[in-house]
Each structure stands twice: as structure tokens, then as C-alpha cells.
């Protein structure tokens, strides 16, 4: 059975950064996606950034040049490196995996931005 996991969450000032990571249990085929998506009170879960086994991204274009997304092919956890976090970047964030036509999601890990 794959499990996420993540860490990390927690308040910070605007400008500020925080570093996000998901760990994973269980088997997943080689060939997968991982990645963190959002969802801010009373909005959609959107996605925030993905990344193939094959290191390929795709970027929300709301995070581009602010946040990295990193990945442990070998170990599989993966990671968000939030900088420049604004108010509206305010969100849970859910680690995400799609492997074998199987979507897999974490409990969730809140991030609030204020000062």
C-alpha cells in the first residue's frame, strides 16, 4: 500500500521561505509523477508544481521562479522549496503520485503566509 507523508508546513512572513517534503512508502512503478498541488479556503485544489521520473517539470505559472520542485529518484521522496512565499500562496499542500493509473495523495500540510 503507497502512503504519503509530508512535512514542513507551518507559518511564515511574506518573503519568507519554507521547504516541503513527502516521503513514500510502499511500491510505485519507475515510470511515475510526483508532485504538490493546493487548495486555499474555498477554492479548487490546483496544482502547484509536478515532476516526472524523467525530471521533467510543469509549473502553476502563480509559482514560476519562486518555487522548486526536487525528487530522490532513487528514494523517492520529494521536495518544495517555497521563497518569495505572498499572502496568497496561503494553502494546505498536498503531496500527489500517479503511478500505474493510480492517483495517490497525503493528509495535507498547512502553510500560511502573514505577517
Known amino acids: 500500500q503507497v502512503q504519503l507523508v509530508e512535512s514542513g508546513g507551518g507559518l511564515v512572513q511574506p518573503g519568507g521561505s519554507l521547504r516541503l517534503s513527502c516521503s513514500v512508502s510502499?511500491?510505485?512503478?519507475?515510470?511515475?509523477?510526483m508532485g504538490w498541488y493546493r487548495q486555499a479556503p474555498g477554492k479548487e485544489r490546483e496544482l502547484v508544481a509536478v515532476?516526472?521520473?524523467?525530471?521533467?517539470?510543469n509549473y502553476a505559472d502563480s509559482v514560476k521562479g519562486r518555487f522548486t520542485i526536487s525528487r530522490d529518484i532513487a528514494k523517492n521522496p520529494v521536495y518544495l522549496q517555497m521563497n518569495s512565499l505572498k499572502p496568497e500562496d496561503t494553502a494546505v499542500y498536498y503531496c500527489?503520485?500517479?503511478?500505474?493509473?493510480?492517483?495517490?495523495w497525503g493528509q495535507g500540510t498547512q502553510v500560511t503566509v502573514s505577517s
Open positions: 515532476m516526472g521520473s524523467g525530471g521533467g517539470t
Open positions: 510502499g511500491s510505485i512503478f519507475s515510470n511515475n509523477l
Open positions: 500527489y503520485v500517479f503511478s500505474g493509473l493510480n492517483e495517490y
